[in-house]
């Protein structure tokens, strides 16, 4: 089983960079980008103060990407896209949507989630999806 990293996991990366013994990753497991969390990573590039601090973010974040790479939102994770919905929303639940396609990533992947150390517990709600904090 391997990791799909939500953009909280990728903020927390980011954040920690300068404290290198705090967070890390485990060079063992299979780490992966879902489409929408590499979406709202450049969001927080083109919304950088400046260009040099931009250029550091994305210099960042295409090195997580050549590691991981970018799952597409395909038809298959729109299934567990909709599955995720319906199922949250009968039990009177919903997260954020960007979330339900991380979600339904994962489940597409049959992978877990990995979150920020802020604990997205929103996550904690989705049925048969394992979320583990950085």
Do not use: C
């Amino acid at each position: 089983m391997g990791l799909i990293l939500d953009t909280s996991a990728l903020i927390a990366l980011e954040r920690f960079r300068a404290e290198p013994d705090r967070v890390t990753l485990d060079s063992n497991e299979i780490y992966v980008l879902p489409a929408i969390v590499w979406a709202e990573a450049l969001v927080g590039v083109r919304m950088a103060a400046d260009s040099s601090k931009a250029a550091r973010r994305l210099a960042r974040l295409e090195a997580i990407r050549r590691v991981t790479g970018v799952e597409d939102f395909s038809d298959v994770v729109a299934e567990h896209y909709a599955d995720i919905f319906s199922e949250l929303s009968r039990s009177g639940i919903l997260i954020p949507q960007n979330d339900i396609a991380v979600a339904a990533t994962a489940r597409r992947l049959d992978f877990g989630v990995l979150v920020g150390p802020q604990d997205e517990a929103h996550f904690r709600r989705v049925p048969n999806l394992d979320v583990q904090v950085l």
